[in-house]
């Protein structure tokens, strides 16, 4: 049995696939460049803790993981919400992949290592409680805002207004910190 279509009802379906179809507006990424503390867990059913730093280079990110007895090092791709990280140290070579939570402050991931078992193993990322407040600079990045200068109006110098932008040294965006 054929049925009429109303134009209304073709319409309504014409919008919703449209509507269903359209991709969500594109957001900035987080902010994950800076020093982080790491705790997670080892293949031998312990945990261990380090220091790892972030820093953003064109499309990647370098990651160094500093251990008590060495250090890890990684380049890595941030794709929406989550980091994936390839890593080599003098014990093999791994890939790690991070959820992005807390605006950049918390990183929480899995790993493994290439000729391990198949397991894989937790690991977190924290900012310290000074990182968090740190403006943007200290952790890599850029300030940028407006600067209201002169009187106020009816007096002989008009207010003006300016754009500003601050960018840390390259030696320091590329370490990931500015202060």
């Known amino acids: 049995m054929h049925r009429a279509t109303s134009p209304v009802a073709a319409a309504t379906l014409a919008a919703l696939c449209l509507f269903c179809g359209r991709r969500p507006a594109e957001t900035a990424p987080p902010d994950i460049c800076g020093e982080f503390r790491c705790e997670g867990e080892n293949p031998r ?13 064109e499309g990647t990110y370098a990651v160094k993981w ?8 990684g380049v890595g791709i941030l794709e929406g919400d989550m980091l994936s990280v390839s890593w080599l140290s003098k014990e093999g070579v791994g890939i790690v992949v ?5 605006d950049g402050d918390t990183l929480v991931g899995r790993w493994a290592q290439l000729d391990g078992d198949g397991r894989t193993f937790s690991e977190v990322l924290s900012r310290s409680a000074e990182q968090k407040k740190s ?13 209201t200068a002169g009187r106020p109006a009816g007096r002989s110098l008009p207010q003006t207004e300016r754009a500003y932008r601050i960018r840390p040294p390259a030696a320091l965006a590329q370490r990931g910190g500015g202060g």
Request: charged share 20%.
């Open 98 to 102: 991070y959820k992005v939570r807390n």
């Open 135 to 147: 403006p943007r600079m200290a952790r890599g990045g850029d300030l940028s805002g407006r600067l």
């Open 66 to 73: 500093t251990l008590p007895h060495g250090g890890h090092g």
């Open 45 to 57: 059913g312990g945990t261990y803790l380090a220091s790892v730093s972030i820093a953003k280079q």
